[in-house]
């Protein structure tokens, strides 16, 4: 497995509710581990500015890239400033690194990424550009023919299931909470979670997805979203997921993935533990998994 992550991901936003921090926390709970290691880290280079039209619009590019206050900037809940901005940039960068670095039939793991609420003309929802798009469009122009994202973040993702609506090379699955932000789009399979949700029947819903989405659509790529925030001590959700029963989410997407030879690229999302050591612990278990996984493969 490889690795991708830069430290301008842990900016500062001051007081919020998202944790900039959790990304160098987990890399650094990766590396004290032997996970990753220098050999398989991978630093991400920022998109030039006309790249970035390959997911939003040019007023848009333009707001962001100078950092301007606007009706398309506002919306995103997070600092309307460079360095936040500058992240999410990278991020996009980072996402579709990570796809490369997955392929042919590895696995990466991108610490950063899941902004799956942007759209092409606005923010939303701590997101001001969508790194999962970024990266499938990119792998569809680099010859990739069949993306699927499977989004298994609290949240639905909105503005994937949107930008992909009338794309056939991208499957969007999404499965989260249904009573919550945001206003629901349309992906190709949403699985809509009523509030209260455990281990044993979310993993039933799950696992007839993933045999649809593998048997059916069967992608040459996957990008998986392992948001932290279905867990039962999230601050924005009400989904009741443990620890182990996120782990075991982990284990059943990328083991549906690792066993067909089909690659696949990790990105993190959302995850508002009220203790940040869970939301890390969450997500290292998703890179310990694959790290389990491909020995067995
Ligand atoms: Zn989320």
């Known amino acids: 497995m490889n690795f991708v992550y830069s430290r301008a991901y842990t900016a ?30 991978f630093e991400p280079q920022r998109p030039d500015n006309d790249a970035l039209l390959k997911v939003i619009t040019e007023e848009y590019r333009d707001d962001l890239v100078n950092a301007r206050m606007t009706a398309r900037t506002y919306p995103s809940e997070m600092p309307v400033t460079p360095n936040i901005i500058n992240a999410q940039i990278l991020c996009c960068g980072g996402s579709s690194l990570a796809a490369e670095l997955a392929l042919p039939h590895g696995a990466c793991y991108h610490i950063g990424g899941g902004f799956h609420h942007a759209f092409r003309d606005h923010a939303e929802g701590f997101c001001y550009l969508n790194d999962v798009v970024y990266a499938a ?31 056939r090379r991208v499957f969007t699955f999404s499965m989260h909470q249904e009573r919550l932000y945001p206003k629901k789009e349309r992906s190709d399979l949403d699985i809509g979670l009523d509030i209260g949700v ?10 007839p997805a993933l045999d649809r989405i ?41 083991e549906h993935a ?37 020995k067995k493969y």
Not at 12 to 31: Q, W
């Open 214 to 254: 593998f048997g059916e659509f069967n992608p040459a790529l996957v990008i998986y979203l392992a948001g932290a925030d279905p867990y039962i001590f999230d601050q924005l959700g009400s989904l009741r997921l443990s620890v182990e029963g996120l782990r075991r989410r982990d284990e059943l997407v990328c």
């Open 198 to 207: 455990s281990d044993d029947e979310y993993l039933e819903k799950l696992a």
């Open 12 to 41: 500062d936003i001051g007081r919020h509710v998202f944790p900039t921090e959790k990304y160098s926390l987990i890399y650094t709970t990766l590396k004290q581990e032997g996970i990753l290691t220098q050999d398989n880290l």
């Open 137 to 167: 469009v990119t792998a569809l122009e680099q010859g990739v023919d069949k993306v699927a994202v499977i989004d298994c973040d609290l949240h639905q993702g909105n503005g994937t299931a949107h930008f992909f609506q009338d794309e």
């Open 258 to 294: 690792l066993s067909r030879q089909i690659p696949v690229a990790v990105v993190l999302g959302g995850g508002y533990a009220e203790d940040v050591a869970d939301t890390v612990e969450i997500h290292s278990n998703t890179a310990r998994v694959i790290h389990g996984l491909e």
